[in-house]
T-cell receptor, first 110, second 115 residues
Framework: RKEVEQDPGPFNVPEGATVAFNCTYS??????FFWYRQDCRKEPKLLMS???SGNEDGRFTAQLNRASQYISLLIRDSKLSDSATYLC???????????FGTGTKLQVIP | DVKVTQSSRYLVKRTGEKVFLECVQD?????MFWYRQDPGLGLRLIYF???????EKGDIPEGYSVSREKKERFSLILESASTNQTSMYLC??????????????FGEGSRLTVL
């Protein structure tokens, strides 16, 4: 089983739709969690950290479920500019224990 | 804004050549990293450094070496390039201590093709 697993997609959604991605992780000792966004042929950039209590940033909501060992990202009112690959990142302690998922591709269509 | 600059966006090299990938950051970050990104495999850590002249192996150090002679600069060296090292190479940096939020700041990447 991979340490961090994501559905690669692509998720093709119309503008204005709500879309959710999940990411599962295998190490129950994982300590911190992040969602990064990567545009085509560009570098990853932090979208948001994921806190135990869940957190929201505008149209984006991230949640953590420690019992089931997954994190989620919800995007409401999708925009064309949200089209990108979303990377799940899990830190199990120390720099060598930062694991990136392979990413979920989102395509928002007009 | 944090700026991480990688010297070359695209390189084409031949098998057996020595390859240098340079990375410079301007935010006085202590930690610097080299990753490679391949389809279906995600980002994998090659080496990282938490201080000048310090280096630690990541998950896939074989075939690579690094150099950190100055705080702002972290170089990745492929002593003898092979075709399986064709990849996107990403440099990243982060601060230490209380400034560290866990966020990594990436350069734009260097796409290396080894023929």
């Amino acid at each position: 089983r991979k340490e961090v697993e994501q559905d690669p997609g692509p998720f093709n959604v119309p503008e204005g739709a709500t879309v959710a991605f999940n990411c599962t992780y295998s190490n129950s000792a994982s300590q911190s969690f992040f969602w990064y966004r990567q545009d085509c042929r560009k570098e990853p950039k932090l979208l948001m950290s994921v806190y135990s209590s869940g957190n929201e940033d505008g149209r984006f909501t991230a949640q953590l479920n420690r019992a089931s060992q997954y994190i989620s990202l919800l995007i409401r009112d999708s925009k064309l500019s949200d089209s990108a690959t979303y990377l799940c990142v899990v830190n199990s302690g120390g720099y060598q224990k930062v694991t990136f998922g392979t990413g979920t591709k989102l395509q928002v269509i007009p | 804004d944090v700026k991480v600059t990688q010297s070359s966006r695209y390189l084409v090299k031949r098998t057996g050549e020595k390859v240098f990938l340079e990375c410079v950051q301007d935010m006085d970050h202590e930690n610097m990293f080299w990753y490679r990104q391949d389809p279906g495999l995600g980002l994998r850590l090659i080496y990282f450094s938490y201080d000048v002249k310090m280096k630690e192996k990541g998950d896939i150090p074989e075939g690579y070496s690094v150099s950190r002679e100055k705080k702002e600069r972290f170089s990745l060296i492929l002593e003898s390039a092979s075709t399986n090292q064709t990849s996107m190479y990403l440099c990243a940096s982060s601060p230490s201590g209380q400034s560290n939020t866990g966020e990594l700041f990436f350069g734009e990447g260097s796409r290396l093709t080894v023929l």
